[in-house]
């Protein structure tokens, strides 16, 4: 990955998380899961992840109330983090957005927003929002604009693969 994607990427993982210690995922023994392999599972923050083709987990944090978990699949990270249910969608965004540099906005709606880099090399960044109970979880993509059209099938298959309750 070049340089202008790895900064990126430090700069998304530093704004939504902070350094904390790694939290192993655990298993449930529900019934509903009980079939299904699981690529990550964390009990505190109610988050499932099924096992999705060439995906890894590269690394997990909990810092207080605050979980980050970045996965990684060719040229595309994943960073599923959450927060308590404090700020709204918008203030959350703003701030992903400002933390980001300098960027050009693709798409936004009230849960989602797609952004690219302005950098020689750009990259393309999805940012997906959902609350439920006590936590807001955020569900981050960013892959090179050159590989989003290959990357953007894998980011729907691991989306689909997300279970929070």
């Given at each position: 990955?070049?340089?202008?994607?790895?900064?990126?990427?430090?700069?998304?993982?530093?704004?939504?998380?902070?350094?904390?210690?790694?939290?192993?995922?655990?298993?449930?023994?529900?019934?509903?899961?009980?079939?299904?392999?699981?690529?990550?599972?964390?009990?505190?923050?109610?988050?499932?992840?099924?096992?999705?083709?060439?995906?890894?987990?590269?690394?997990?944090?909990?810092?207080?109330?605050?979980?980050?978990?970045?996965?990684?699949?060719?040229?595309?990270?994943?960073?599923?983090?959450?927060?308590?249910?404090?700020?709204?969608?918008?203030?959350?965004?703003?701030?992903?957005?400002?933390?980001?540099?300098?960027?050009?906005?693709?798409?936004?709606?009230?849960?989602?927003?797609?952004?690219?880099?302005?950098?020689?090399?750009?990259?393309?960044?999805?940012?997906y929002l959902e609350k439920q109970d006590e936590?807001?979880?955020?569900?981050?993509?960013?892959?090179?604009?050159?590989?989003?059209?290959?990357?953007?099938?894998?980011?729907?298959?691991?989306?689909?693969?997300?279970?929070?309750?």
């Amino acid at each position: 990955m070049k340089k202008s994607a790895l900064l990126l990427l430090l700069l998304v993982l530093i704004l939504l998380a902070g350094c904390g210690g790694t939290k192993e995922a655990k298993g449930t023994g529900s019934a509903e899961t009980a079939d299904l392999k699981m690529l990550y599972e964390n009990e505190e923050f109610n988050v499932k992840i099924k096992e999705t083709n060439g995906w890894k987990l590269a690394k997990a944090n909990v810092n207080g109330s605050k979980l980050n978990a970045k996965f990684e699949k060719d040229t595309i990270n994943a960073i599923i983090s959450s927060l308590t249910t404090e700020k709204s969608f918008k203030k959350i965004k703003n701030e992903l957005i400002t933390g980001a540099g300098e960027v050009e906005i693709l798409e936004e709606k009230e849960n989602y927003i797609s952004f690219e880099s302005t950098m020689k090399t750009k990259i393309r960044t999805d940012i997906y929002l959902e609350k439920q109970d006590e936590y807001t979880y955020i569900f981050t993509f960013v892959t090179p604009v050159a590989h989003y059209e290959k990357a953007n099938n894998e980011i729907n298959k691991l989306r689909q693969n997300i279970l929070v309750n």
